[in-house]
């Protein structure tokens, strides 16, 4: 430990704190009547908007679109989105926080950004420790402690109270130079009368008793303003409340619900996140399907961090930090994909820092039984049941089969209802009758019958008739434009085909409905390479919308579906899950996903997108079937839910094992057969030859591990390799490790450092996303290389005299076909590098721009597990600081002056583009805006959405404040002064 004495006062530079020098004086006779004063949260809240827009809540129970935000909301875009970006515009600032504590610094030091390398210490220990050699060395650290919380908690407080800072026209806030400012100039210091103002600022009390009457359903009673202001939320549904005060959820024990598509299951696991993040002083995690998903509850729930103060952290795709930051003074809701939320408990359990998290909820439960992800959820829940360390599990969905099993699984309670707060109504379309499906108690022909309705009749000409035999478009006429309706599809082209379908079947009120929003949205969706066929479908109120489509279009179609712009979106089965997109009708086209019959589950995951209280007052679903296929069909509705059933394979098998061993929970054959008996698989074990299969499964795991290096066995001890580590911390399968650590050892001999093109080689997915190019395309492409493609094609094998065997459609014996297929695409993510369009680089590389999405995404997450993977090995180091660079970048693939906007929740391209072009450039300048000013100079955006827009901002800066709060007590434990 390095000592600081009268001859050697300074902190060495590794270990300063990255502050800087960020205060300026102001003359204090002119400032401190100017200083924000902290005022009640409530005061903030009397001008919060209602009703969250853009994108919408999970929340069955938001009104989705109030009388005040429907004239003002359509799509993301505004008309001539595709504008090049203005060349005035230059780097973007980092953040730069204004530290209120003048005295820490010297007078007459100029202000410099916080970063890593600064010396908050030096002039502090200086000052207490040096030129008084009377004062005591522990009193100097006591001091330099509360001076660096008060600093950032003014910091977190200003950000908070920016709403109050913006109508007083504060002199500290109209610099143009970052959000926080400088706000030394005014030569403000911690005087009795800013510190009383500081501390009269209420704090969140605790809240024990939940059927407190003073308290809203055990939160604090802001929060009922809160829920009123942001989601038009007064009182919860009856069930709702019943939830809250089971026994299980007093005492803490695990629990699983069960209710239909938008019962509001969603809001219960806030109340329960809320409660343990500001009650209970732990954090929680919240475990979603898919990152669009993880982005819309990041923006969401941030307005209700900033006024509750904590803190909403993501942890999907490239994003998070591993392991979390240690906080002591704010806790975390941590929003994560499967992958990344076992990742996140993987980094803790190693530092033994598990038991920060209180409660981990998981939505859509039933995942656990679906091939891929669903391996990667169960190590999650088995790992954190086998730590045994009071995490309470509440797990939730609408379509488990096997609820018993699973609740033993999960040692859990079980609470089942029937419930939807906005009525639905099945229908069956035979030939040309509607049957109604009444729902009985009971199993196969008994579980529901089916009552004829009425018959289908529409004035179609003979010409209609003949391009649509089933009455589609007569379905969909019947509730659009007034509403809104879904038509699910078994496939992407007839997503596609239905649409067109529909446009041509269109009646006049229909293609004058919002013309001109739709003339903007067809625009925008030119802008990003769109279809003809899609730009012209959209003008008459008709999209699809499936894996095909590029991110920012989808992300259009979708913000213009909420709004109503577009009233019929054809989509696929994977939007029912995937997205929160409501309608007053859903059609079910064919009961086959692709050619095989739908499930019960897939079929109620669609049709419960029918009806959301808050966007609609009632719902419909009808399914499209041929009578040929109405008795597989009637099998299907009639036989119950699926199952969800282990997918734990040999491989993840291996994989629990690994990660016990590697965190050290079990180290011994008898504890790893214990964890593993933790599993869902162990539950389906019903005798004793069902448990000698699971010890041969242990056995042979173990095996297998030791073989390939990935665990040491000494004894009856089992020790991981260094190779077994780094694949755990990088969240990497041991295949996938082994292969990683391979090319690095191969590029390391030769690597081209040119550019990005090799380290993007890399990155790209070994399976090449079931690509295989044309290769008298690939010669075309390969002719066009520049010195950098030539040279790093040359180090990979690939000559001139491959790609004339290209041309003249010889095989390729010399080089692996995967090499030249991850070349190809290790091309176009290098297009896409150097920020091509899109659409461009789909078509030069004539790949479906879904399929270039799904590419960009896998070499992100690979990127930053690489990252991880090569810190873990000590030889690879200089690989770790490479794609550490990597991956940020590669996320949005934009040019510099976009990614910082990129980083907000749900903000994609148009929406940076447009935010930008309105002055926008920072995270900071949208911190700092007001609602008024962000509508008025963004086309297209509700008040909702900008309030939205502008918390989840805050969010960020005050994440990245408290990051810094993070890093100055590890300084502090690390002098131990």
């Known amino acids: 430990m390095y000592k600081l004495t009268q001859e050697n006062t300074s902190t060495p530079k590794r270990r300063r704190l990255g502050t800087g020098r960020v205060l300026r004086r102001y003359n204090m006779e002119n400032t401190i009547n100017d200083t924000p004063v902290h005022p009640q949260i409530t005061s903030t809240l009397a001008n919060t908007p209602g009703g969250c827009e853009s994108p919408p809540l999970p929340c069955n129970q938001v009104e989705y679109l109030n009388e005040s935000s429907r004239n003002n909301s359509s799509v993301l875009c505004s008309p001539g989105i595709q504008s090049p970006v203005p060349e005035d515009v230059h780097n973007w600032e980092s953040l730069p926080v204004a530290l209120l504590n003048d005295k820490v610094f010297d007078k007459h030091e100029s202000v410099n950004e916080i970063n890593l390398s600064g010396d908050l210490f030096t002039s502090k220990l200086d000052q207490n420790c040096t030129d008084n050699n009377h004062v005591d060395e522990i009193k100097c650290e006591n001091n330099l402690r509360e001076d660096i919380e008060k600093s950032f908690n003014i910091v977190n407080q200003s950000i908070c109270d920016i709403d109050k800072i913006n109508k007083d026209k504060s002199s500290l806030f109209e610099t143009k130079d970052s959000f926080l400012l400088d706000i030394r100039e005014s030569g403000v210091v911690l005087d009795d009368k800013l510190t009383k103002c500081v501390n009269e600022f209420p704090k969140l009390k605790p809240v024990q008793n939940y059927n407190d009457v003073t308290t809203f359903y055990g939160l604090p009673m802001i929060t009922k303003k809160l829920f009123k202001t942001l989601r038009n939320i007064e009182k919860f549904y ?218 289908l009749a529409y004035d179609y000409s003979a010409a209609a008739t003949r391009l649509d ?133 897939a079929y109620r995951q669609m049709a419960g997108r029918a009806g959301r209280a808050g966007a609609t007052d009632a719902g419909e679903s009808i399914i499209i079937c041929a009578l040929s296929d109405w008795h597989e069909l009637r099998a299907v509705l009639g036989g119950g839910l699926q199952a969800a059933r282990s997918e734990l394979t040999a491989a993840g098998a291996a994989a629990l094992l690994l990660g016990g061993a590697a965190l050290r929970l079990a180290t011994s054959r008898p504890a790893l057969l214990r964890l593993l008996r933790r599993t869902l698989l162990a539950h389906h074990s019903c005798n004793s030859s069902d448990d000698a299969e699971l010890e041969t499964l242990c056995d042979e795991s173990l095996s297998a591990l030791v073989q390939s290096g990935a665990l040491e066995q000494k004894a009856d001890r089992f020790t991981v390799s260094s190779l077994g580590d780094a694949a755990i911390k990088g969240g990497l399968s041991l295949e996938a490790a082994k292969q990683l650590l391979e090319d690095l050892n191969t590029a390391s001999k030769s690597v081209v450092l040119m550019g990005s093109l090799h380290l993007l080689y890399l990155v790209t997915p070994h399976d090449f996303a079931g690509i295989k190019p044309d290769y008298r395309h690939y010669y075309t492409v390969y002719s066009g290389l520049d010195e950098e493609g030539v040279q790093t094609a040359k180090v990979l094998g690939i000559t001139e005299v491959n790609a004339m065997r290209m041309i003249t459609g010889k095989s390729i014996t010399n080089v692996p076909e995967r090499v030249l297929c991850r070349f190809y695409l290790a091309l176009m993510l290098h297009d896409l590098w150097k920020q091509v369009p899109f659409h461009v680089v789909a078509e030069k590389y004539v790949i479906p721009r879904g399929t270039v999405q799904s590419v960009v995404s896998s070499a992100t997450a690979l990127s930053s597990s690489a990252a991880r993977f090569s810190a873990a090995l000590q030889p690879l180091w200089a690989w770790a600081a490479l794609f550490a660079e990597l991956c940020p970048r590669l996320q949005h693939c934009a040019a510099p002056q976009l990614q910082r906007l990129l980083q907000l929740p749900a903000v994609k391209k148009a929406r940076a583009l447009q935010l930008m072009r309105a002055g926008y450039k920072s995270i900071e300048d949208l911190a700092k805006a007001s609602e008024d000013d962000l509508v008025s100079s963004i086309s297209h955006l509700s008040r909702t959405a900008a309030n939205h827009l502008i918390s989840a901002a805050r969010m960020m800066l005050i994440e990245k404040v408290e990051n810094l709060r993070a890093e100055a007590e590890e300084v502090m434990e690390e002098l131990k002064l």
């Open 469 to 601: 035999p089933d009455l589609l478009g007569g379905l969909v006429s019947e509730v659009v434009p007034q509403s809104s309706c879904l038509v699910f599809c078994p496939t992407k082209r007839n997503c596609e085909n239905v649409a067109a379908l529909l446009c041509k079947l269109q009646r006049k009120q229909m293609l004058r409905h919002r013309a001109a929003e739709r003339l903007a949205l067809s625009r925008a969706l030119a802008a990003e390479g769109g279809d003809r066929a899609l730009c012209a479908a959209v003008r008459a109120g008709i999209a699809y919308h499936h894996a095909g489509l590029a991110q920012d279009e989808r992300a259009l179609l979708e913000h213009a579906f909420r709004a109503g712009v577009v009233g019929v979106l054809c989509c696929t089965s994977t939007l029912a899950a995937g997205v929160n997109l409501p309608a007053r009708r859903v059609v079910v086209r064919a009961p086959r996903l692709a050619r095989r019959m739908l499930s019960l589950a």
């Open 238 to 455: 009856d069930w709702q409340e019943e939830c809250l005060n089971m026994d299980a959820i007093k005492e803490r024990r695990n629990l699983i619900y069960a209710l239909p598509t938008s019962g509001g299951k969603t809001l219960v696991a806030e109340v329960l996140m809320l409660r343990e993040v500001l009650n209970r002083k732990r954090n929680a995690l919240f475990i979603l399907p898919f990152v669009a998903i993880v982005q819309e509850k990041i923006w969401s729930l941030s307005p209700f961090a900033v006024q509750l103060d904590f803190l909403v952290e993501e942890y999907a795709g490239g994003k998070g930090h591993l392991p979390p930051k240690k906080r002591r003074q704010k806790n975390s809701i941590y929003i994560a994909t499967i992958e990344k939320g076992l990742a996140l408990v993987r980094s803790l359990l190693e530092l033994n820092r598990l038991q920060e998290i209180g409660l981990i909820v998981v939505d859509e439960l039933h995942l656990i039984g679906e091939e891929g992800r669903g391996s990667s959820l169960e190590i999650l829940l088995s790992t954190v049941l086998f730590a045994d360390l009071d995490i309470q599990i509440v797990g939730m969905s609408a379509t488990i089969g096997n609820l018993p099993e699973i609740a033993r699984f999960l040692d859990a309670d079980v609470f089942e209802r029937q419930f939807r707060p906005v009525e639905l109504t099945e229908y069956v379309k035979l030939g040309d009758v509607l049957h109604r499906i009444v729902w009985k108690d009971g199993h196969g022909e008994d579980a529901f019958e089916i009552v004829p309705e009425r018959t």
